[in-house]
């Protein structure tokens, strides 16, 4: 298994709170991505980043941010959470050239009361 | 927009079984189809088929990819009750920084 790790893998929280997930990676791997899944929706990309300090939007990045100052560090936060923002959250990472092959983290299960 | 839609949704087989799963995309900048087992947990790899790839096959479970068709299709055969899990279609695209679109997945339930 690559060397992923999340944390916290379950965590409850108020609305309006802010929430840091965060996903480690021991592979040196450049690219890293933060998904969502919900029953319906399948695996939606939130956030990704391509280097340190550089990231971008996914197809459901409001409410959201990012950031990425080491390699084997990307955050993700919720700055206030919403009860539409529980979900299960992964993160994946990607090596470098052209291989699209993602391996993912162990996930975290967020609920917004 | 980048569609990938998996079919059918779910089904229920009993061990033994051959069974196809499907995945179909409309995609722009296509450059590889990747499949991926999920059981209570993270998504795991099983194949990326490719335009030098088109065919794979491990132990029970192979996949082929037709690109003129827009289709790729997951094989397993001999079912036995660890093969329940959601089935992941996923296509990833040049130039896009590695980012898959993923469809929603097949729900496999493998019963005794």
């Known amino acids: 298994d690559a060397g992923i790790t999340q944390s916290p893998r379950h965590k409850v929280t108020e609305t309006g709170t802010p929430v840091t997930l965060r996903c480690h990676q021991t592979?040196?791997?450049?690219?890293m991505y933060w998904y969502r899944q919900d029953p319906g929706h399948g695996l939606r990309l939130i956030h990704y980043?391509?280097?340190?300090?550089?990231?971008d939007k996914g197809e459901v990045s409001d409410g959201y941010s990012v950031s990425r100052s080491k390699t084997e560090d990307f955050l993700l936060t919720l700055e206030s959470a919403t009860s539409s923002q529980t979900s299960v959250y992964f993160c994946?990472?990607?090596?470098?050239?052209?291989?699209?092959?993602?391996?993912f983290g162990p996930g975290t299960r967020l609920t917004v009361l | 927009e980048d569609k990938v839609v998996q079919s059918p949704l779910s089904l229920v087989v009993h061990e033994g079984d051959t069974v196809t799963l499907n995945c179909s995309y409309e995609v722009t900048n296509f450059r590889s189809l990747l499949w991926y087992k999920q059981e209570k947990k993270a998504p795991t790899f099983l194949f990326m088929l490719?335009?030098?790839?088109i065919e794979k096959k491990s132990g029970r479970l192979s996949s082929i990819l037709d690109k003129k068709e827009l289709f790729s299709i997951l094989n397993i055969t001999a079912t036995q009750t660890g093969d329940s899990a959601v089935y992941l279609c996923?296509?990833?695209?040049?130039?896009?920084?590695?980012?898959?679109?993923f469809g929603k997945g097949i729900t496999l339930s493998v019963r005794p």
């Open positions: 994946a990472i990607t090596g470098q050239g052209k291989t699209d092959t993602q391996y």
């Open positions: 592979e040196n791997h450049r690219y």
């Open positions: 490719t335009s030098s790839g």
């Open positions: 980043s391509y280097g340190v300090k550089d990231t």
């Open positions: 996923a296509v990833g695209h040049t130039g896009a920084n590695s980012k898959l679109t």
